[in-house]
């Protein structure tokens, strides 16, 4: 096996078996991975941690990676080594990316050069690991399957999560009157710190009437949902004429009445940054770079964990209330 010239073994996290965080196993004997032509190394410096990992790791996701694997997609870090044909990136670049190949949580992370994006020098590497999946992901749910239009008011249900709030700030941006909810005060200022004009508490139980009031009982036109087994059957409820709910997020199902949708004209839309086109990762790419570059994008960075408490991560993004900002593994 071809190896890396100045390391061969790195610290990775791998997963031999499907189960609960426990499976997530620390080892510092992986081999370094070599990128291969339109590939590179990078150094990794952040990884982000998504639910969706959680999701993979415990067996239950539709998709499942052979065994065993290392979890994680995106990485911020430096450029290592490129492969053949690589003539976007060399060796020193800061880089952030949308997925790897041989998985981010480690030291060393092998990507397709086309899913590798420049790491302005405005951020640093932990908000590099909060770039990629949360807000590529908003994007997507506003503007690629939302057709959300300036004007229009948008609810993000768990606002201050990663994916929420790169919804508020992107939202804000693009002219929508942003609403947000959270579990926490703390968790409501920063969602309206990053773009929301009014936070709701989830936890008030007359939360959807302070909703209903705030838009005049027009209902809202866009939600971004990232809990819609348990949110869903009240969002359609919320929704003005023609109004569409993203699905984000799911763990589990859901009862609805139909009618709720046949009253409204409404629309259910998952969203999957999985299926996104070449094309459309490439608008999200540029619509992110030029946030970043126009000021308002500026990722919150949450929790943040060592490799050694990888499976405390895993097991906090699920159960802990009142998420505030993207969680990342630093290493």
């Known amino acids: 096996v071809a190896m890396a010239a100045t390391r061969t073994v790195m610290r990775a996290v791998r997963v031999f078996e499907f189960g609960g965080p426990e499976v997530l196993k620390l080892q510092s004997d992986v081999l370094v991975p070599v990128p291969k032509e339109n590939q590179v190394l990078i150094k990794v410096h952040a990884c982000g941690v998504n639910p969706v990992e959680t999701y993979i790791r415990s067996g239950t996701y539709a998709r499942k990676p052979a065994l065993p694997y290392t979890p994680g997609s995106d990485v911020s870090g430096v450029i290592e080594r490129v492969g053949e044909h690589v003539t976007a990136f060399k060796k020193g670049d800061r880089v952030f990316t949308l997925e790897t190949v041989?998985?981010?949580?480690?030291?060393?992370?092998?990507a397709a050069a086309n899913r590798v994006f420049p790491l302005p020098d405005k951020l640093d590497f932990r908000q590099g690991a909060a770039l990629a999946v949360p807000y590529f992901t908003a994007y997507r749910a506003l503007f690629q399957k939302g057709c959300a239009k300036a004007g229009e008011t948008v609810l993000v249900h768990g606002a201050s999560g990663g994916v929420g709030l790169a919804a508020c700030q992107i939202a804000r941006a693009c002219g929508l009157k942003v609403l947000g909810t959270a579990?926490?005060?703390?968790?409501?200022?920063?969602?309206?710190?990053n773009g929301a004009h009014q936070a709701f508490n989830h936890k008030d139980p007359n939360y959807i009437e302070r909703i209903k009031e705030c838009t005049g009982s027009r209902g809202v036109d866009i939600i971004v949902e990232m809990l819609s087994n348990v949110n869903l059957d009240a969002d359609l409820k919320l929704?003005?004429?023609a109004g569409r709910v993203m699905i984000v997020g799911c763990r589990g199902s859901i009862e609805i009445n139909p009618r709720d949708t046949m009253s409204k004209e409404s629309s259910i839309i998952g969203v999957s940054l999985f299926l996104a086109?070449?094309?459309e990762r490439h608008e999200c790419?540029?619509?992110i770079l030029d946030g970043i570059e126009a000021g308002w994008l500026k990722p919150v960075v949450g929790l943040e964990y060592p490799l050694e408490k990888v499976a405390k991560a895993h097991e906090d993004i699920i159960c802990s209330s009142g998420a505030r900002g993207k969680m990342v593994l630093l290493l």
């Open 102 to 110: 041989s998985g981010g949580y480690a030291e060393y992370a092998v």
């Open 183 to 193: 579990g926490t005060e703390e968790g409501m200022n920063v969602i309206l710190r």
């Open 239 to 241: 929704l003005a004429h």
């Open 277 to 279: 086109t070449e094309e």
């Open 285 to 287: 790419a540029t619509a």
